[in-house]
Nanobody, 120 residues
């Protein structure tokens, strides 16, 4: 009924920039929180950043000052601007959202993930 589609991943050199997008579609009544998580091989999935409908944000300490999360409520889309990328940022980045779905209530959704590789 609802799906999240990520885009914008790719290969960049250390110090480079990348912008990820995640668009939600379906029978959406409202989206409470949208955010990004990442998972590197052999590691647990970790929070990168989240943003509420009102624009309040939470960021991991490792990305503060380098990544910026934003959203377009009218388009049900969340963005992650990643600057000054480091090799340790290499991971699959997953979009996540707490969505109030028509006739079903609040449900947590995950996107399929987009690969970000930072390497020289």
């Amino acid at each position: 009924q609802v799906q999240l589609v990520e885009s914008g991943g790719g290969l960049v050199q250390p110090g480079g920039s990348l912008r990820l997008s995640c668009a939600a579609s379906g029978s959406i009544v409202s989206i409470n929180v949208m955010g990004w998580y990442r998972q590197a091989p052999g590691k647990q999935r970790e929070l990168v950043a989240t943003i509420t409908t009102g624009g309040r944000t939470v960021q991991a300490d490792s990305v503060k000052g380098r990544f910026t999360i934003s959203r377009d409520n009218a388009k049900n889309t969340v963005y992650l601007q990643m600057n000054s990328l480091k090799p340790e940022d290499t991971a699959v980045y997953f979009c996540n959202a707490e969505i109030v779905v028509l006739y079903k209530g609040q449900i947590n959704y995950w996107g399929q993930g987009t690969q970000v590789t930072v390497s020289s």
